[in-house]
């Protein structure tokens, strides 16, 4: 049985990042890079390592289950991608969040931490993957991630959805207006209606609100113009973020109120 790594503040002094090259850019070094689709990533290392791929195990993380103060670990299994050790590594991704990682071994020890891997492991860089630069593919820089519910604050690091570690129904949803600089709170289902407003409009974008659970319209495939079994939408659901035919999920039949988002002129966030 391998063993499970228990990360804490003190077990790393912080990660200085990887260089690393968007389509043959001049190299930079740093812990997070953001490309789309399109778009190929070299990755180098000092010297010679063994790549992996940090991948988070896919479950409902239930951060209340001991108190309001309370963060479940994310558990992460590292996969190796080459058993030769090398200086670089070049990617072309779907879109998504992924963590690489470089190890001087082969060993591979399952990892369980409360904070983000790319900003504490050294030798760590979390690669996001958009489809486009708009609400909807911002939204699908977080497929791949765990269920987190709720995300919340990891001290000085940011919210868990920000540094895309875990996420939930709603704070999806809010994560691609806060992409584009719009100035929403995480606020779970409750919070995100004081920036919806009622639409009958069922295209790419559009939030479908259960009461319990939110979702987005990926993809109008049925009927136009209607909600049906055939669309696609994006969401934070059971285990993970995915796209997912609605007449697959539970949801298909539930009630539902679709909504578009507020246009506001706040300044964007951080301005």
Known sequence: MPLLLLLSYLSFSGNPGLSTAVNQ???VKRQTVTLGTQDSVTVWAEAPVYWVVYQPVLR????????AWHLEEIEYQPVLLSSVATTKQTFRLSAGTYLVGTQTDTTLNPIATIHPLHLQRTGTLQMVVQESDDYVGYLTELLGL?????????????HQTDLRVGTDCAELAIYGRRRMGRPVPYGGPRGIQEFLVPTDSVVPGTVVH??????????DRGQPGLLDAEDLL??????QVAIERLGDVALWGMPYQL?????STFSPLGK
């Open 259 to 263: 909504y578009q988002w507020k246009e």
């Open 234 to 239: 994006i969401h934070a659901y059971q285990t």
């Open 210 to 219: 259960y009461g319990f659970q939110v979702s987005v319209v990926y993809q």
């Open 25 to 27: 850019e001049v190299p």
């Open 60 to 67: 409902e993380y239930d951060n209340l289950k001991e108190g």
């Open 146 to 158: 765990p269920f987190v519910i709720p995300p919340k604050l990891l001290g000085n690091y940011g």
